[in-house]
């Protein structure tokens, strides 16, 4: 080997300037040389539970109903005659025989007295034939007089009698279009806008026309031969129906909890806009048929509508409670999952782990749902999140209202 005092001064500088340069490299290497990263921490899926409960849980169906009144009369007249007044304000309370309005009585009231006059005539004629009987026995008796005569007398007796009783009825039927000159309200309850104005002609039915009066007895008082609008509606709010069709099927669960319609259902009447409860009532009467075209039965309920809060015409959501489940264990419709082997949930641990739980649902009613295996009380199961998880799966856990203000909790 060549000794470094044999070597040349260039050879040496050589020499010395390699071996800087492996230092400077040494030196940058160890500096900059890549360093073993620590395994990474297990990632945690921002979730949202609730808490599993006991406790009792109705059963209910839901459906859409319509109030209606629970008794409605359309006011018609009953006599013809010229409308003289209104007695109600347009959309006020009215009592059972309280006037509602008054046909002109006057040609109603010449018909009477005329009736009146006609049984009076009558009535003497029948006097002074019952007289003239009593003498011809009397004469007969003492031989004096034909027997014929004494029964041409008793018969004119009974001619006179049917006279008398067909002058009572006119009379009587002669009061009756009277008495209907003034239109009374038959139920109580709220009246609506009038449909006829005071000065028009009305007629048996409801029509309005410009014939003149007259006194001739309409004594029909159907509703549907004059095919007019009549005088006013009258419509019982308090109590109030609300009618509403079930499925067939809801329909026999409703005839066995209910002893076939002998024990009453609770009901409750919702707005449709805002879910608001309008009224509780209870379900008093089932259609006597199924609806071949809809496979539907349809039920009336019954609300007192104390406070009015139901009004006739109006559409409502209607919750009709089946039964109460006692002491069950429920929890949010959401955190039930649905996979190829059923039904599952995820369950968060202590250890802040989700563990996937096959459960049995019992009834889901709206947003809960009753589980009659595989969650108990206390369980904190998953109720949004649950896409990206797996058994196993650690979570994090984000407060509902958060999670509601930012959307679904994503990783």
């Known amino acids: 080997m060549t000794k470094l005092d044999d070597m040349t001064p260039r050879r040496r500088h050589q020499i010395f300037a390699a071996l800087g340069v492996a230092a400077v490299a040494l030196v940058v290497w160890v500096i900059f040389r890549p360093r073993q990263q620590p395994p990474a921490a297990p990632h945690a899926v921002p979730v949202t539970v609730a808490t599993a409960a006991a406790g009792n849980v109705p059963v209910s169906i839901n459906a859409l109903g319509a109030a209606q009144a ?66 011809y026995r009397a004469l007969q008796a003492q031989n004096a007089i034909a027997t014929q005569q004494v029964d041409t007398q008793a018969a004119l007796v009974q001619q006179d009698e049917g006279v008398v009783e067909t002058d009572k009825g006119q ?75 079930v499925p067939e099927g809801d329909f026999q669960r409703l005839s066995e909890v209910s002893q076939g319609f002998r024990v009453s259902l609770a009901t409750v009447a919702l707005s449709q806009e805002t879910g608001a409860e309008l009224d509780a009532g209870e379900l008093s009467i089932a259609d006597n048929r199924v609806n071949p075209a809809t496979g539907t ?18 559409f409502v959501n209607v919750r009709l409670t089946l039964e109460t489940l006692k002491g069950v264990v429920a929890i949010p419709a959401a955190a039930v999952n649905r996979g190829p082997q059923g039904s599952f949930v995820y369950v968060v641990g202590a250890d802040h782990k ?54 679904k909790a994503a990783p």
């Not at 889901?364 to 990206?388: F, L, P, R």
């Open 70 to 135: 629970w008794t409605g009369v359309t006011i018609f007249a009953q006599v013809s005659g010229k409308l003289l007044r209104v007695n109600f304000t347009e959309g006020s309370d009215v009592k059972a025989g309280e006037v509602l309005a008054e046909i002109d009585p006057a040609p109603y009231q010449a018909v009477l007295l005329q009736a009146q006059g006609a049984l009076k005539r009558d009535q003497a004629a029948l006097a002074e034939a019952r007289l003239d009987l009593a003498r």
């Open 171 to 245: 009379v009587a039927a002669a009061q009756v279009n009277l008495g209907w000159c003034h239109i009374v309200s038959p139920i109580t309850g709220r009246v609506g806008v009038r449909l006829v104005d005071p000065g028009n002609l009305v007629s048996a039915g409801g029509s309005v026309s410009s014939v003149p009066s007259t006194a001739a007895p309409t004594n029909n008082s159907s509703s549907s031969g004059g095919g007019g609008s009549g005088i006013v509606v009258v419509n019982q709010i308090e109590p109030i129906a609300v009618t509403f069709t």
């Open 297 to 314: 039965v349809e039920l009336k309920a019954r609300f007192p509508n104390a406070r009015h809060r139901l009004w006739p015409g109006q």
């Open 354 to 407: 989700a563990a996937q739980r096959p459960v049995k649902l019992g009834w889901t009613q709206g947003e809960m749902a009753v589980i009659q295996n595989g969650v108990k009380a206390g369980d904190t199961v998953v109720t949004d999140g649950q896409m990206t998880l797996k058994d196993g799966s650690l979570v994090h856990i984000v407060p509902a209202a958060k999670a509601a203000a930012t959307g």
